[in-house]
């Protein structure tokens, strides 16, 4: 019955900007961390950034200073604010939750043009 769906994905130009929704089932503090991964095609799927429930944050070396993860409680969304993109940020966006299991969106498609 966990169910996250991300939107937000699309094509934009390097040095622009898009904000990834990732909305869940039930309060967001059902979950110890939410967060974003990545997979480009060939690479394995890595880390962005994760939000707790006490709202501490962590990012990925590669998006510090482009990356902002944030929440919404009462809308109980995640959100992943990317700015200055680059066309290595081109993936596949997954958003996840944990408690005492993993759950994971269907992914949501960033292009990031030259």
């Known amino acids: 019955q966990v169910q996250l769906v991300e939107s937000g994905g699309g094509l934009v130009q390097a040095g622009g900007s898009l904000r990834l929704s990732c909305a869940t089932s039930g309060s967001i503090f059902s979950f110890r961390v939410m967060g974003w991964r990545r997979q480009a095609p060939g690479k394995q799927r890595e880390f962005v950034a994760v939000i707790s429930n006490a709202g501490r944050t962590n990012y990925a070396d590669s998006v510090k200073g482009r990356f902002t993860i944030s929440r919404d409680n009462a809308k109980n969304t995640v959100y992943l604010q990317m700015d200055s993109l680059k066309p290595e940020d081109t993936a596949v966006y997954y958003c996840?939750?944990?408690?005492?299991?993993?759950?994971w969106g269907q992914g949501t498609q960033v292009t990031v043009s030259s």
């Open positions: 996840y939750a944990s408690n005492v299991a993993d759950y």
